[in-house]
C-alpha cells in the first residue's frame, strides 16, 4: 500500500503538485479584482494592476511568487480566468516561467474573467430540459407501444 502511495505520488507532475496547495480564496479573489467589469485586460495592465494593489508578483530578484503563480493557475485550470486565444497553457496568457523561475510576460490574448454563475444556471436549465425530454420521451414511446399492442389486438 504504502508502494503503491509512494508510485502515484513519483508521478504527479510539477503542476499537478501546484494544484494541491491550500487555496485562498480571498486571495483568488484579489487576482480577479483587475478582471471584473472588463471585456479582457492585456497581461501587461493585469500585472500592473496588480502590482499595484499589493499583490506580490515576484521578489526582488525577479522570482516568480510561487503563491501568485500556484493561484493563477488553479484559476486558469477551474475556468474561472480564461483568454481569448481559448487555450490554457501560461504562454497563451503570455506568461513564461524560466528555469532560473524568473517570469517573463508579453501581450499575446485578452484574460477574462468568466462569472461561474452563469455555468450554474446553465446546468440547471441544461438538467431541467433533460429530466423534461427524457419524461417526455418515455411517455411519447409508451403511448406508441400501446397503441401498436391494441392495433395487433383488434
Not at 440547471?124 to 418515455?138: D, Q, R
Request: proline residues 1%.
Amino acid at each position: 500500500m504504502q508502494l503503491e502511495f509512494l508510485g502515484i505520488l513519483l508521478c504527479l507532475n510539477e503542476k499537478e503538485l501546484k494544484m494541491n496547495i491550500d487555496i485562498d480564496t480571498s486571495y483568488e479573489m484579489k487576482l480577479l479584482t483587475p478582471l471584473k467589469g472588463t471585456l479582457g485586460v492585456k497581461i501587461s495592465d493585469y500585472l500592473f494592476s496588480l502590482k499595484n494593489n499589493g499583490i506580490s508578483i515576484t521578489d526582488k530578484k525577479g522570482v516568480v511568487d510561487n503563491k501568485f503563480i500556484a493561484h493563477f493557475e488553479h484559476l486558469v485550470h477551474k475556468g474561472i480566468i480564461t483568454n481569448s486565444s481559448g487555450r490554457s497553457s501560461l504562454d497563451s496568457f503570455g506568461l513564461e516561467i524560466g528555469t532560473n523561475r524568473h517570469i517573463n510576460y508579453w501581450d499575446c490574448s485578452d484574460i477574462m474573467f468568466v462569472e461561474q454563475r452563469t455555468y450554474k444556471a446553465l446546468k440547471s436549465a441544461i438538467k431541467w430540459l433533460l429530466n423534461h425530454i427524457t419524461t417526455f420521451i418515455f411517455a411519447t414511446l409508451s403511448t406508441l407501444l400501446a397503441a401498436v399492442i391494441l392495433a395487433n389486438h383488434i
